[in-house]
């Protein structure tokens, strides 16, 4: 079975910093792994992905990933937060079941603050 | 990427009583899925809309309560039936791509009285 976890329910990061938005995961095989955001009152959206290749993946708004397979984690950076950053944070992982359909299951999300 | 729109963007009804939420694509997809995302917590799949054929249902849900239709490649409605206040939750279609991603719909706000 798959899991994703996303240890920290809220992260608050000032304005200009860099900021980590955490997530690990456990799959039975090669993981695929994505990241969305969801801005209030609207539906999520889709930041970047990671299927395979180079372990640091980039997306939108200027967010990347870093694919870490030792440590079985696929934490969300970006160098210079910005308040508009400030929403709520989904880290998925596709559950491979048979017919291939690529459903995903979420983690718990996490909620980032960027202070000004 | 897929555009997706949703009906009603939001409702609220009274317990007992159905709703229909209609999900409709720009572009014919194979995979459509319908998730729920109940207040302060993450997003979780109710069922897989198979085209032409029965959906398949994940662990807690069941057609009854939650009958799918999925006529054609653009289209689907989820029907949420004989409503409790637990039911009040976010509902959410998406659509999933040949490069592992899925987009999501603007989602239905459903409260239920």
């Known amino acids: 079975a798959q899991s994703v976890a996303q240890p920290e329910d809220q992260v608050n990061v000032a304005e200009g910093n860099p900021l980590t938005v955490k997530c690990t995961y456990s799959?039975?095989?090669?993981?695929?792994l994505f990241w969305y955001v969801q801005y209030p009152n609207r539906g999520l959206q889709f930041l970047l992905k990671y299927i395979t290749g180079d372990n640091l993946v980039k997306g939108s708004y200027g967010f990347e990933a870093e694919f870490n397979k030792s440590q079985t984690s696929f934490h969300l950076k970006k160098p210079s937060a910005l308040v508009s950053d400030s929403a709520l944070y989904f880290c998925a992982v596709r559950d491979i079941k048979s017919g291939g359909a690529n459903n995903l299951f979420f983690g718990t999300g996490t909620r980032l603050t960027v202070i000004p | 990427s897929a555009v997706i729109s949703q009906k009603p963007s939001r409702d609220i009804c009274q317990r007992g009583t159905s709703l229909t939420i209609q999900c409709q694509v720009d572009?014919?997809?194979?995979?459509m899925f319908w998730y729920r995302q109940q207040p302060g917590q993450s997003l979780t799949l109710i069922a897989t809309a198979n085209q032409g054929s029965e959906a398949t249902y994940e662990s807690g849900f069941v057609i009854d309560k939650f009958p799918i239709s999925r006529p054609n490649l653009t289209f689907s409605t989820l029907t949420v039936s004989n409503m409790s206040p637990e039911d009040s939750s976010i509902y959410l279609c998406?659509?999933?791509?040949?490069?592992?991603?899925?987009?999501f719909g603007p989602g239905t706000r459903l409260t239920v009285t």
């Open positions: 799959v039975s095989g090669n993981p695929y």
């Open positions: 572009s014919q997809v194979t995979m």
């Open positions: 998406s659509v999933g791509t040949s490069a592992y991603e899925q987009y």
